[in-house]
């Protein structure tokens, strides 16, 4: 199993210059990934300044060499699924073949998605990611769907990882459409329950993913041991804002021993 930070790119400490300060020691410190969180304003709150998490992210990326990049989550449908295709091949090629790109629907609350309901965000989230699997091909792409529509576009840069950049999603693990989303991908960096009715992915939903065909599955909290027994491929360590001296202790004790 393989041992991640996950922070936002909020708060002092936690712009481009500062992330990549962050991404090395994290690199440093035994870590095998660093993963940002998408927002335009921090949860909300516009107190906390926010940085794109897409430049930083380019930043970590020239900072470091072995640790995996990459967001959890984007809301793609926030997004022209095009742009984050591009961004993508771009952030792989300057990583060399290092990049991740998790995904979601986004928050329905939040005021850039325009107050679209969970279905819809849902379909543009499964019509982004086929938009962007082709794109990825280097072939050109027609595509007309309800919310998106491309007629022979063609992006030839590449990514170096083959077939593609791995891609992890988000979500409530609950929702039936959520897991199906899992297992249509690359792995899974799902929640479980609600922000009003939080709940613990356990071992055991570990253990139906990965039989349901689940290739990694990231968790975070609880036993690192029992999650890798029951085949977590991930275990990650959120940070909230902090103070950058707090983040730097937590991130310099290095990943759990199991």
Known sequence: MKFSVTVGAAGVGRDPRGLAELARVVEGSGWDGLFLEDYLVYQG???LPTYDPWICLAA???ATER???????????RRRPWKVAAEVIALDQ???????????????GDPFLEKKSPPVLAAMLDEGLAIIDQLWTGQPVSFHGKHYRLDGVQLTARAVQRSRVPVWVGGNLLVPAVRQRILRW???CAYKGTTDSPQQITPDDVRRLRDEGARDVKVSGGDPAAFAAAGATWWGRWIPPLPVAE???IVRQGPPTI
């Open 94 to 108: 300057l990583s060399g073949g290092r990049m991740i790109l998790g995904v979601g629907i986004g928050d329905p």
């Open 67 to 77: 640790i995996r990049i990459g967001t959890t989550v984007t809301p793609l449908p």
């Open 60 to 62: 970590i990326a020239v």
């Open 45 to 47: 709150d516009a107190r």
């Open 186 to 188: 690359d792995g899974s």
């Open 247 to 249: 983040t730097l202790a």
